[in-house]
């Protein structure tokens, strides 16, 4: 089986500071991590990726990720929050072999001016 | 990044009819598609799992009957919800992945159809 956390359903934070979107994870053997970021009434957008290789996964937009093994974790994170960063944040796992993209709950990211 | 489009973007139609959505990878071959459905603030939820030449894989509950799903080329998937029902109203999101079944490839997301049956 595979699945993923978001703890938090909302996350606030100034513009300017730094963002960090939270990402555990569950999943036999090595999985392959995922965020998307939607905005209202559309589809997913694709920010970043790890596979393999450097734990520290650089996206879209100024986001990176870093993959953690020893914490089953993938946090989202950007150093400066900007206003239209609001968004829904999805993190998603696959395992290798797999068909199907297991999807967290997503997280609400409000950047306050 | 491949695109993915989804047409209509919004249907509005009356209970009992049929809808029909389709769902084209762009710039890319794509023998995989899914189709996921989202009630509002929530995460997406994977209806089926769509193969180009075969049957679609439905996940358990999603009542293959009402929802048809057609991949008649290696750029294009329909969904076809049947007889529709107020309950069926939603937003509906396509995907496409990169590369082979199972692979590392990311999926790349429609910007959704949100359909409204009253």
């Known amino acids: 089986a595979q699945s993923v956390a978001q703890p938090e359903d909302q996350v606030n934070v100034a513009e300017g500071n730094p963002l960090t979107v939270k990402c555990t994870y569950s999943v036999s053997g090595n999985p392959y991590l995922f965020w998307y970021v939607q905005y209202p009434n559309r589809g997913l957008q694709f920010l970043l990726k790890y596979i393999t290789g450097d734990n520290l996964v650089k996206g879209s937009y100024g986001f990176e990720a870093e993959f953690n093994k020893s914490q089953t974790s993938f946090h989202l994170k950007k150093p400066s929050a900007l206003v239209s960063d609001s968004a829904l944040y999805f993190c998603?796992?696959?395992?290798?072999?797999?068909?199907?993209?297991?999807f967290g709950k997503g997280n609400q990211v409000v950047v306050i001016p | 990044g491949a695109v993915v489009s989804q047409h209509p973007s919004w249907v509005i139609c009356k209970s009992g009819t049929s809808v029909k959505i389709e769902c084209r990878s762009l710039d890319f071959q794509a023998t995989t598609m899914f189709w996921y459905r989202q009630f509002p603030k929530q995460s997406l939820m994977l209806m089926a799992t769509s193969n180009e030449g075969s049957k679609a894989t439905y996940e358990q509950g999603v009542e293959k009957d009402k929802f048809l799903i057609n991949h008649a080329s290696l750029t294009l998937s329909t969904l076809t919800v049947t007889s529709a029902h107020p309950e069926d109203s939603s937003f509906y999101i396509c995907?496409?992945?990169?590369?082979?079944?199972?692979?590392?490839?990311?999926?790349?997301f429609g910007p959704g159809t949100r359909l409204t049956v009253l």
């Open positions: 995907s496409a992945r990169l590369g082979g079944s199972g692979g590392p490839g990311e999926q790349f």
């Open positions: 998603a796992v696959r395992a290798p072999g797999n068909n199907r993209l297991a």
